[in-house]
């Protein structure tokens, strides 16, 4: 009988870590790494942009070590999957995949593409074919919508050096040959702004560790990212960090909450009067694990 395991998502707004709680009630798949995965949206969920990159690369890390995937939705066409086919997942959703009760034929992100100034469709990272205006897509969706006047184009410089930083991480570090992921939705009645940046790689963790110093092989995983956001850490010795830091000390200054997710661990910053602080940043170690690096900023807004 062919093993089977159902990662089911709640009836509500579903965040990056709701889907984390998700893949730990279902047995942690990409570790049992069962013959077929069933996620299964209810009627009533709400995926936000955060989640739907991690269902992305979750689908295709499957894939990719020989498992069936299905995504089956209860409310058909309607609700979490006719948004999903508006941001673009499943233009970029391999089509191996299964959907229920079917895919959609016609997407809605190639139709409405760039009229609604609340989003950035989900744009692939791909090495072989740079998408070289995204970093300005992004930074402009958000200074318009977070700001105004000077403080705004203040942002978007700001916003444009960090999207670009950790795009040009991706096609650099990733080590993957899946392809990575990034893009932007405002949440207007929450009042804040989530930008998304996920791929498929060995992780900050796998590329950094090898060559720190001795006594960083003492500290857990989320220590080490900690400090990478905090001092810069690089592989390459000091002044030539992975980027982490300054794409950190941008988003301090318009008080960004900062999450990175790697393949075991997570790490969530909150910005105090002096940065990211130890008593401000929250970490979480044995994660279910889901490879790549997954970073999302959630800038605030009163507009």
Request: charge should be neutral; hydrophobic fraction near 45%.
């Amino acid at each position: 009988m062919e093993s089977h395991a159902t990662v089911a998502l709640p009836a509500s707004w579903v965040d990056a870590r709701d889907f984390d709680s998700a893949l730990t009630l279902a047995n942690d798949p990409l570790v049992t790494l069962p013959e077929k995965v069933t996620v299964a949206v209810p009627a009533g969920c709400k995926v936000m942009v955060d989640a739907a990159l991690k269902i992305l690369c979750f689908a295709h890390q499957l894939r990719d070590r020989g498992a069936s995937v299905a995504i089956k939705f209860e409310d058909g066409h309607d609700g979490a999957m006719g948004y999903l086919n508006r941001i673009g997942f499943f233009d970029m959703l391999d089509s191996a995949v299964e959907i229920l009760p079917d895919r959609p034929v016609v997407s809605g992100a190639v139709v409405y593409r760039g009229m609604n100034d609340n989003l950035v469709e989900i744009a692939a990272l791909r090495s072989v074919a740079r998408d070289k205006d995204l970093p300005a897509r992004l930074s402009d969706a958000l200074k318009n919508s977070v700001a105004s006047g000077k403080a705004a184009a203040k942002l978007g410089r700001a916003a444009f050096t960090v999207f670009a930083e950790l795009i040009q991480n991706v096609y650099l570090h990733s080590g993957s040959a899946l392809d990575g992921y990034a893009t932007l939705q405002v949440y207007k009645g929450g009042k804040k702004a989530k930008v998304v940046v996920s791929d498929n790689g060995v992780g900050i963790i796998e590329t950094l560790r090898p060559t720190l110093p001795a006594k960083y092989g003492k500290m857990s995983d989320s220590a080490v990212v900690f400090e990478a956001f905090q001092k810069g850490l690089s592989r390459h010795g000091p002044g030539r960090g992975c980027g982490l830091k300054a794409s950190a000390d941008h988003a301090i200054k318009y008080q960004a909450e900062l999450d990175v997710r790697l393949p075991k661990c997570r790490v969530h910053l909150v910005p105090s009067a002096s940065g990211y602080q130890p008593h401000v940043a929250f970490c979480s170690d044995s994660l279910p694990l889901l490879h790549g690096t997954h970073i999302c900023f959630d800038f605030m807004f009163d507009k």
